[in-house]
């Protein structure tokens, strides 16, 4: 196969209110904003573009698991432990609603945290071999 997907360019998230959420997300994530209109806003940050579009009511980008629970549809990741717990404290510092730091199982340590729309997102202490390898962290 000659053709391949390089990466995911844009990641698009329902909010309710693209003002709010575009503030929130630039304030709060440090996104940088490049586009804002009444239904849609584009912001980059970790490394990607993602487009606020605004949703119905009570839309969100999470979704039902097999064990019946909400769950996140994207993780961050940063590099290590300390960083995480750095990233948690600031967080909690910013008044963003975190869940407590866990140890599922895995190698490294997660928690999610919450946008203003109630998107869930995950943030992981492991920095993919291949992105610190492109990027030679």
Partial sequence: MGKTIWRVGTTYLPVQNVEES?????TKLGAIVTYKDTEKAIINFANQSFFLVKAS??????????????H?????????????EDLHRQF???????GAIEDRGHPGKNFIFYDPSGNIFDVWSELSPDFKNRYTI
């Fill in 92 to 98: 909690n510092k910013n008044d963003i609603k975190v």
């Fill in 72 to 84: 996140f549809s994207l993780t961050f990741e940063v590099d290590g432990v300390d960083a995480l």
């Fill in 57 to 70: 009511e009570n839309t969100t980008a999470n979704f039902i698991d097999g064990a019946g629970n909400t």
């Fill in 22 to 26: 575009t503030i929130w997300y630039e």
